[in-house]
């Protein structure tokens, strides 16, 4: 579709070529990055390129380039900012380097795609905000979810009533996870809601078209390095809908999400946050994801193709953000984050600052 309506619209061909292939750098080798890049490699080459990587050791990022078949490898973030020849960042590093990196590559005046949560709270999410408006590049949060064929054909169906009213939304995402450092450490920011949480609040906020919610009352429990083994958010919205989200690093939930309304049911089976099937009203539709070519450190990770499309439909467009994962949206996710860390008494270090 994008070629022929980039065709008519110019007369030479090497205008149009450049502007069809997004070119990618990726920011950190390690797992996510991983997982991204063999699932840009599920689209068409025409279409993605990976053109760089970076990793604070170049070791990693020279190993990275070598199984990916990427053409630059970078020791430091600082020299992916300066590569001319790249259109958009793939930020992969943890959850409090989101700030730093993502104004780095923003001041380079190149676009970016960071890893959720965007940032670690609601006043980090709107410096990088600002600096995406200050430099006239793109910016989107990486809610992979939301641009699955499963969350699409959602808000299709809900824009259409299919269920009637919607009264109550459930969402839950639990994984043992305490053997992985970063997400237990709070200097690694870690804990539930952050890491995983995350997934069933946007999905709220999806079904409540990005609506604020009424009152938010968040319970919890704490490991003892300070931060959220498990957490319940009950949300309350306009018209008397409810929403609950529950959280956890400790254990295997169902891992499902649930839309109730006054004339049926949609519900997401295992793997709400990665879905790749959709049950409405008892009728299940199966919507798989690609094979990867590599090896995944994650469920259905080539499901991350949707998202770089995403971004490639934006830049083609001159968008500067994704009408599906919106900076409000972005915003309203991370404050509905900081209050529910409140109650529970969840505070890192980038909350004093």
């Known amino acids: 579709m994008l070629h022929t309506v980039l065709h008519t619209h110019t007369h030479t061909h090497t205008h149009t070529d450049a502007i069809m292939v997004i070119r990618w750098g990726i920011c950190s080798a390690g797992k996510i990055s991983h997982d991204f890049t063999v699932a840009l490699k599920t689209l068409r080459a025409e279409d993605h390129q990976v053109v760089a990587v970076a990793a604070r050791d170049l070791k990693h990022a020279q190993e ?7 053409p630059r490898a970078y020791g430091s973030y600082e020299d992916l900012a300066k590569d001319p020849e790249i259109d958009v960042v793939y930020v992969g590093t943890i959850h409090p380097h989101h700030l730093s990196v993502g104004v780095l590559f923003m001041n380079a005046q190149k676009n970016v795609l960071c890893e959720k949560p965007l940032a670690m709270n609601l006043k980090e999410v709107q410096e990088l ?3 995406a408006q200050k430099n006239h590049v793109f910016l989107m949060e990486a809610v992979w979810t939301r641009f699955f064929p499963v969350s699409v054909e959602i808000s299709r169906l809900l824009s259409r009533g299919e269920v009637g009213e919607v009264k109550v939304v459930r969402a839950e995402f639990g994984a043992p996870l305490t053997h992985v450092p970063r997400a237990v450490r709070k200097d690694l920011g870690g804990g539930a809601l952050l890491d995983i949480g995350v997934y069933c609040l946007q999905f709220v906020l999806m079904v409540f078209n990005g609506e604020k919610p009424e009152s938010i009352q968040a319970t919890g429990v704490c490991l003892d390095t300070g931060v959220d083994e498990a957490m319940v958010v009950t949300l309350k919205f306009s018209g008397h809908r409810l929403a609950v989200c529950t959280c956890t690093i400790t254990a295997e939930l169902p891992n499902e999400a649930v839309i109730v309304g ?3 049911t949609i519900k997401v089976p295992a793997h709400m946050w990665c879905p790749t ?4 009203n008892g009728v299940e539709t199966q919507y798989p994801v690609p094979e990867p070519a590599l090896p995944l450190n994650f469920i259905n990770s ?13 830049l083609l467009a001159g968008l500067k953000e994704s009408s599906r994962m919106s900076h409000a949206d972005s915003a309203l996710l991370a404050e509905i984050m900081d209050e529910a860390r409140r109650q529970v008494g969840v505070v890192y270090s980038q909350d004093s600052q």
């Open 277 to 280: 099937s959709l049950m409405v």
């Open 262 to 264: 006054t004339k049926g």
């Open 64 to 70: 990275f380039a070598q199984r990916h078949s990427v």
């Open 302 to 314: 080539t499901g991350m193709c949707y998202e770089a499309e995403e971004v490639r439909r934006c």
């Open 129 to 131: 905000i600002a600096s």
